[in-house]
């Protein structure tokens, strides 16, 4: 047991049976029945041990806070006002100290006025103090009644305090692993609501909200309790969550347990805030509300806490005879238009868009225990919903992505917020959660009547809503297997740019700290480069060798240079792979002319030694200049290399002349044609090692434009024995770039210096 417990270590096993009843497990009932005896228990315990360090009630000690209200916890501070002599009391407090028990004490400055030189939380203290004899209690009596003379003073020091502490208390931990005294909705803010019903009961006429807070009390004060038994702290965390769970024998639903107390702290959070709204003002008055679209439209107006009470209470009343078509057009009306944040907040305090939306209060509570999503998953939907509405009306929002909102129309931005109340609405069910919230989106949205169009683009963006964030933080954002598998998805077009939007609004939503602006950039730059020319190019081929079902050759498509996806259209290069594949031999040349460019295509289904060596040779010897080349081996294809080359000759000559040497002359670098013509003498500006692995040697050849560069360089490959995976030659104006990938033989620094000896001046 941790050394701030009065407790001994012989007390703890009796301790935990006092807390554990009997028959089923139930944590609310246990906390009725058995709470106030376990802290009775604690007071017979403290006692003990304070009478162990001298004549405790000799000291006319009076009793604050948790003791004196019949609240003790094993590890609850032991506030005592002594009226005794003061040298009595500080031997004694000093034995005390010495015996492990933490003290807090203090002796009145003033013995008619004990709230002289204190503060006005101890002067609140005295409202709820007790005393152990009749002449100390008589004494007590006036004293107590000090706190209603500065009640003013007290409640802006309890509304300072609550704020400081709401601060201090906004961090992911806290929602998470919530602090059952000092968080949201804790011991602390019930208290606090409570003393004030004591110091301002003119104020209030309904007893409700008390009651459902004393009730809470309990609870919570029960559940710290345990809390104190297994480590100590105030802070429910994980592990501790598990412990718990196995008291109750509910360890296999430990989510439910949280589930439970969670949304007792939500509703202990919206009473505690109400009270303390209204403490010091004249007694509400709950309006009465003729409809839920009366409600919306005030809320709307003033989002008040008055309001929202008023609302809470009548709200299930209110639904009661609606439609199911009318809810979803109140739905409508309520997120659908521009409105203040407070509004969204008021929406989900009042209750409304529970009613409207009944699944949503099965994520009441509900947390993930990942240490990033920040909020309860009822609380993170809301959060989402204005998140969108920040980024409509606060242009900067998204900082370097805050561009893509300015042209979105009216009902892209009601798509977001339909999709922002609906994308984590399947949490918390078997399978996976954005599946079952596009499922749930098709049930609302046909019930609710809803455009089919809109209902469409709500269940796509529910779906896939995660699947950007995975390729822009954990793929490479410019492969085009990461674009194939987005294209797979319908992640094109104006889809795009709103599931890029929801990314960034979803992540911000989840946890603000968790939004950077390398984050923002990153998921920028995946949204550019699916928008570049490539990978358009590649999706037009992946699309339409989709629609004539060749998932082979959307396999091909992503091996071949984006270059030429960008300048062959889908139907001729689809068509020409569909035949190459086809093909039981060699399939014979292509050439075909494009745009003023004329194209060969090389196919052979068995790698030859200086293949394309000797094809190369032979269009320079035929004097045709190689602009692009792009030199694939495809599986179950073979070689399917393309050149685009700069000539005025018609397709039907280039034919001609490639087809004079049969393809079994095509065997050796050093033999037919290859023999025949001079290898040109050039110069490059690099030769480069772009990649090395064991699997392959890159080479990157720049220079200006020459006749002869790519001979020249394919020949020195050959020359060092090395053979070719794979080629790109690129031509730019007067600059070109030839990169080789080739079979590791040999040491390759040797080999790169022999190179640029030979190109480099």
């Not at 105030?234 to 296999?252: C, G, N, P, V």
């Not at 795009?496 to 990314?503: H, Q, V």
């Not at 200086?610 to 045709?624: D, H, I, M, S």
């Not at 294809?637 to 002359?665: H, M």
């Amino acid at each position: 047991m941790a050394a701030r417990s009065f407790l001994l270590d012989k007390d703890l096993s009796e301790a935990r049976a006092r807390l554990r009843g009997e028959g089923t497990p139930d944590f609310s009932a246990w906390a009725k029945l058995y709470r106030l005896p376990f802290s009775l228990w604690l007071e017979e315990r403290l006692l003990d041990r304070l009478n162990m360090c001298g004549d405790f009630l000799a000291l006319k000690p009076v009793l604050l806070g948790s003791w004196a209200r019949h609240e003790l916890t094993p590890r609850s501070d032991i506030d005592v006002l002594f009226l005794g002599e003061e040298e009595q009391v500080q031997t004694f407090v000093a034995e005390a100290l010495k015996a492990g028990l933490k003290l807090r004490c203090r002796t009145p400055m003033d013995a008619k006025d004990w709230s002289v030189g204190v503060e006005p939380f101890d002067v609140l203290a005295l409202k709820s103090a007790r005393a152990f004899t009749a002449d100390v209690q008589q004494l007590l009596e006036p004293q107590a009644q000090l706190a209603l003379k500065r009640r003013r003073e007290i409640l802006k020091v309890i509304r300072k305090e609550r704020d400081e502490r709401r601060t201090r208390q906004d961090s992911i931990a806290n929602f998470l692993e919530p602090n059952l005294k000092y968080g949201i909705g804790g011991l602390r803010d019930i208290e606090q609501a409570l003393v004030l019903h004591d110091l301002y009961a003119d104020r209030y006429t309904e007893n409700y909200p008390f009651a459902v807070l004393r009730l809470i009390k309990e609870e919570l004060l029960y559940l710290r309790s345990l809390l104190h038994l297994h480590s100590g702290g105030e802070i429910l965390s994980a592990h501790d969550q598990l412990e718990i769970a196995d008291f109750f024998e509910t360890r296999q639903d430990v989510g439910g347990l949280m589930k439970l107390i969670q949304s007792e702290l939500e509703r202990a959070s919206f009473y505690g805030d109400w009270i303390v709204a209204h403490a010091g003002r004249a007694g509400p008055k709950a309006k009465a509300i003729e409809s839920l679209e009366e409600a919306i439209d005030s809320l709307k107006q003033r989002p008040t806490l008055d309001l929202q009470y008023s609302v809470r209470l009548q709200v299930d009343a209110l639904a009661k005879p609606l439609t199911v078509v009318e809810r979803g057009a109140l739905l409508q009306t309520a997120i659908q238009g521009d409105a203040k944040d407070a509004f969204f907040v008021s929406l989900q305090r009042s209750r409304i868009l529970e009613v409207l939306l009944p699944d949503l209060k099965k994520l009441r509570g509900l947390v993930q225990h990942d240490h990033y999503h920040r909020f309860t998953a009822d609380a993170h939907l809301i959060q989402t919903l204005r998140e969108v509405q920040r980024c409509k009306t606060q242009r900067r929002a998204l900082g370097v992505m805050s561009s893509l909102t300015r042209d979105l129309t009216p009902q892209e931005w009601w798509i977001l917020k339909l999709t922002a109340l609906f994308h984590d609405l399947g949490k918390g069910r078997k399978g996976d959660h954005s599946t079952e919230g596009a499922r749930l989106v098709d049930r609302y949205f046909s019930s609710w009547e809803y455009p089919e169009n809109i209902k469409e683009e709500v269940r796509w963006l529910v779906e896939q809503h995660l699947v950007l964030s995975t390729a822009a933080f954990r793929q490479n954002p410019q492969s085009q297997s990461t674009w194939k598998r987005l294209f797979a998805r319908g992640v094109h077009g104006r889809r795009l740019i709103l599931l890029t939007l929801f990314t960034a609004i979803d992540i911000r939503a989840t946890n603000p700290e968790a939004w950077t602006e390398w984050k923002a950039q990153l998921l920028l730059n995946l949204l550019e480069s699916m928008r570049s020319s490539e990978a358009t190019s590649l999706q037009k081929h992946l699309r339409f060798a989709g629609e004539e079902q060749l998932p082979q050759v959307q396999d091909w498509l992503l091996n071949l240079d984006p270059l030429l996806l960008e300048s062959l259209s889908p139907k001729l290069l689809v068509g020409d792979l569909r035949e190459v594949g086809a093909a039981k031999g060699d399939a014979p040349l292509k050439i075909v002319r494009v745009k003023n460019r004329l194209w060969v295509r090389l196919h052979r289904r068995v790698d030859l030694t200086g293949l394309f060596l000797n094809f190369v040779t032979r269009l320079y010897a035929l004097g045709l200049n190689v602009q692009v080349a792009a030199v694939t081996t495809l599986n179950e294809v073979g070689i399917y290399d393309w050149f685009c080359l700069k000539t005025d000759k018609t397709p039907r000559q280039i034919q001609q002349w490639l087809n004079i040497e049969p393809a079994s002359a095509l065997i050796s670098a050093r033999s037919s044609t290859a023999n025949r013509v001079s290898i040109p003498t050039v110069r490059f500006q690099s030769v480069e090692l772009m990649a090395s692995d064991d699997d392959e040697w890159i080479f990157s050849f720049k220079g200006k434009d020459q006749r002869g560069l790519l001979l020249a360089a394919a020949h020195a490959l050959v020359e060092e024995n090395l053979s070719l995976r794979w080629a790109r030659v690129h031509t730019w104006g007067q600059q070109i770039e030839d990169i080789f990938s080739v079979k590791p033989t040999g040491r390759v620094e040797l080999i790169l210096n022999r190179l640029q000896s030979r190109f480099i001046s």
